[in-house]
C-alpha cells in the first residue's frame, strides 16, 4: 500500500483542503440565495452568460429541499467534514462503525451531487459555477476517503466485497481521472454549440 493512501494525516490535508473549497462554495451560493429571495431582479457575479450561470440553479424547484435551499446543507456537511479533518490531523483514531458511517455519508453526498450535476445539465441547461466547485469537490472527497478505507482494510470484506475492494486499490486513480473526464465530455457535449460559438 503507498504512504499517501494510508496515511491518516495527508487524508486529513486532503478532506481539510476540500471542505474549505466546498464551504466557499456554500457560503457564495447562501448568500446569493438570500439576496435572490430579497430581490428578484438580484443577479449573482457568477451570472456570466447564459450558459454558465448561477441564476436559473438558484431559482429553481430543486434549490431547496424541505424549504432550506440546499447550500445551507452544504454548508453543515462541509462544516462537519472540516472538523473531521481537523481531528484526524491531531491525530485522532476512530472505530470502523464510525468510518462506515462516514462513508454512508459520503456516498449519500455523491448521489446527491450527481443527481444535481445531471439536473443541472439537462433539466435548467445551465453550468452554476459554484455548483460545479461543489460537485468536483464532493467527488474527490468520497473517491479520497473510499481510497483510504479500502487501503487500511476497513472495507476489505470477503467474496464480492473483497474482489471490489481490490479492484478499487488497483485502479483508484484512474477511476478518478474517467470520472472527471466523463463529465468534461458530458459538459461539452451539452453545450458543444456554444463551446463551437467561441472559437
Not at 90 to 110: C, P, Q, R, T
Amino acid at each position: 500500500m503507498t504512504l499517501w493512501r494510508t496515511s491518516q494525516k495527508k487524508l486529513g490535508v486532503a478532506l481539510f483542503v476540500l471542505s474549505i473549497f466546498g464551504l466557499v462554495a456554500s457560503f457564495t451560493l447562501t448568500y446569493d440565495a438570500i439576496e435572490t429571495i430579497k430581490n428578484p431582479n438580484f443577479s449573482p457575479a457568477c451570472n456570466i452568460s447564459p450558459i454558465i450561470s448561477c441564476g436559473k440553479a438558484l431559482g429553481s424547484s430543486r434549490a431547496e429541499l424541505l424549504g432550506i435551499p440546499n447550500p445551507v446543507y452544504g454548508i453543515m456537511a462541509f462544516t462537519a467534514l472540516l472538523t473531521l479533518s481537523v481531528t484526524l490531523l491531531a491525530g485522532a483514531k476512530y472505530k470502523k462503525w464510525f468510518w462506515m458511517l462516514v462513508e454512508a455519508v459520503a456516498a449519500v453526498g455523491l448521489i446527491g451531487a450527481l443527481y444535481l450535476f445531471f439536473y443541472s445539465m439537462y433539466g435548467l441547461g445551465s453550468i452554476c459555477p459554484w455548483c460545479s466547485l461543489v460537485w468536483v469537490s464532493v467527488i474527490a472527497i468520497f473517491w479520497i476517503i473510499t481510497t483510504h478505507l479500502v487501503a487500511t482494510g476497513v472495507l476489505a470484506g470477503k467474496g464480492a466485497s473483497h474482489r471490489i475492494a481490490d479492484f478499487w486499490d488497483k485502479y483508484a486513480v484512474p477511476t478518478l481521472i474517467v470520472w472527471y473526464l466523463a463529465i468534461i465530455v458530458i459538459i461539452f457535449l451539452r453545450f458543444r454549440e456554444y463551446w463551437l460559438s467561441l472559437i
